[in-house]
C-alpha cells in the first residue's frame, strides 16, 4: 500500500499583494516552496493590471492597512473581474477581519491559501448542495468574510506564528 | 467508508470532512499527532481511508504513518504537506497544499482504488 508515489495536484496560482517587501518575500517563499505559482505586486494599482493581464488566479493575498485601505476596492474589483479567486486578507496582529496575520509562518501561510481555495470552491458548489450540508462557513458568502463576525476570525486563530 | 483525517488546522479538517461526508463517508479528525495515535490505538482496524497532515503542531504527521504500519493497518492514505519533500516513498497519494476540492476528490478516488477489496460474504 505504501510507497507508489502517487500525486494529486494542480499547481496553485496565488497573487500577493502587499506593500511590505520582506512580508511579500516571505509569502511568496512560503507558497512556493508548496509548489505554488506566485506573482507578487507591491500595491493596489499594480496589483490590478497583474489580475486583468494573467491568467486567473486561484487566491489573492490582500494586505489590509487601516490607513490606506486599498483592500476594499481591490477586494470588490476581484470578486467583479474573477468571482472565482479566493481573497485572503492579511493585516498585523490584533486586526479584526483578516485571515492571516503577520508575522507569519510558512505553515500559516500555505493553510490560510488552503481554506480560501476550499471555502471558494464548496461556494460554487450547487446551492442545493450548500443548504444541505455547509452550515456555517460554506453558507457565509464570500464578502462575510472580510468582517469582524467572519468565521475565520470567529472560530479562530487567525494566521500567525506563535509567540 | 470510515476515514481518519489528521489536520492540526480546525477549519480545513472542518471543511475536509464535509467533502467525505459529501461522499457518504464517516470521519473521524484527529487534531494532533498524539490525538491520532491514541485513535489508532483505540481501533486501527475500522478506517477505509486516511488524510495525514504531515506537519502537526505536535510533530511529524509521518509517524501516524509508522503507527499504522506498526499495527498492520494497510490504511489507503492520502499524505498533505505544504513542503517541498519527497514523500511518494510514504504513501500512496501526496496532496500538495494548498490545494482544490478537486485534488482533494481526485486523492480520495485514488485511495478508493486501491483499497483492499471488500470481503465478499
Redesign the interface.
Known amino acids: 500500500?505504501?510507497?507508489?508515489?502517487?500525486?494529486?495536484?494542480?499547481r496553485?496560482r496565488?497573487l500577493v499583494v502587499h506593500t511590505d517587501e520582506a512580508t511579500r518575500n516571505s509569502a511568496r517563499c512560503?507558497?512556493e516552496?508548496?509548489?505554488?505559482v506566485v506573482d507578487v505586486a507591491p500595491c493596489a494599482r499594480v496589483a490590478w493590471a497583474m489580475l486583468v493581464a494573467a491568467a486567473p488566479y486561484?487566491?489573492v493575498l490582500v494586505e489590509l492597512d487601516a490607513a490606506h485601505p486599498v483592500h476594499i476596492p481591490l477586494q470588490t474589483r476581484i470578486e467583479a473581474l474573477t468571482p472565482d479567486t479566493a481573497v485572503v486578507i492579511v493585516a498585523p496582529a490584533a486586526t479584526s477581519g483578516a485571515h492571516l496575520l503577520t508575522p507569519f509562518t510558512?505553515?500559516a501561510v500555505?493553510?490560510a491559501?488552503?481554506?480560501?481555495?476550499?471555502?471558494r470552491?464548496?461556494m460554487r458548489r450547487p446551492l442545493v448542495?450548500l443548504a444541505m450540508?455547509?452550515a456555517?462557513?460554506?453558507t457565509r458568502s464570500p464578502t462575510a468574510a472580510f468582517h469582524v463576525d467572519s468565521?475565520?476570525a470567529g472560530?479562530?486563530r487567525p494566521h500567525r506564528e506563535a509567540a | 467508508m470510515r476515514a481518519m483525517v489528521v489536520e492540526d488546522e480546525p477549519l480545513i479538517a472542518g471543511l475536509l470532512v464535509r467533502l467525505l461526508e459529501r461522499r457518504g463517508i464517516d470521519a473521524v479528525v484527529a487534531r494532533s499527532r498524539a490525538e491520532a495515535l491514541t485513535l489508532l490505538a483505540l481501533d486501527s482496524r475500522s478506517y477505509d481511508l486516511a488524510y495525514v497532515d504531515v506537519c502537526l503542531s505536535d510533530g511529524r504527521g509521518l509517524d501516524v504513518l509508522v503507527e499504522m504500519r506498526r499495527r498492520g493497518a494497510d490504511i489507503p492514505t492520502i499524505l498533505a504537506t505544504g513542503q517541498v519533500e519527497d514523500l511518494q516513498a510514504e504513501a500512496r497519494v501526496v496532496l500538495r497544499k494548498p490545494f482544490q476540492i478537486a485534488a482533494f476528490d481526485a486523492a480520495v478516488d485514488a485511495c478508493a482504488k486501491c483499497a483492499p477489496a471488500e470481503a465478499v460474504p
Open positions: 500500500m505504501f510507497g507508489t508515489g502517487e500525486e494529486h495536484r494542480r496553485t496565488v512560503a507558497l516552496t508548496s509548489g505554488a486561484d487566491a510558512p505553515h500555505v493553510s491559501v488552503t481554506i480560501a481555495i476550499l471555502e470552491d464548496l448542495e450540508g455547509l456555517g462557513i460554506g468565521p475565520w472560530s479562530a
